[in-house]
Nanobody
């Protein structure tokens, strides 16, 4: 049973940067991802990384601005570096993981979730 703990959210001005961290325990995931949910909106995919090999995928809205990366396999930590932040990036950001191959952009494919961390970008 994987357990995920996020950290690193906060308040930042537009154009600024934040780095989110998600630490997994209880096993090694097949892949991990970040999703976000703004008030009144559905949860949306942000970025995904496969643990073996490190291949990544991004939502079009964050390509070129956000980077997902992982630690060495022994520590099972994933990061989301967010640069050039915009007010529309404001949301609760959730870390997610799955243990087998799944559709990476579908939140229903992820059985393991963190508690979420708030990111607020002021204009």
């Amino acid at each position: 049973q994987l357990q995920l703990v996020e950290s690193g959210g906060g308040l930042v001005q537009a154009g600024g940067s934040l780095r989110l961290t998600c630490a997994a325990s209880g096993g090694t995931p097949y892949a991990m991802a970040w999703f976000r949910q703004a008030p009144g909106k559905e949860r949306e995919f942000v970025a995904h990384i496969r643990w073996s090999g490190g291949s990544t995928h991004y939502a079009d809205s964050v390509k070129g601005r956000f980077t997902i990366s992982r630690s060495n396999p022994k520590t099972t930590v994933v990061y989301l570096q967010m640069n050039s932040l915009k007010p529309e990036d404001t949301a609760v950001y959730y870390c997610a993981a799955h243990s087998v191959y799944s559709v990476y952009s579908d939140s229903k494919e992820y059985p393991y979730w963190g508690q979420g961390t708030q990111v607020t970008v002021s204009s």
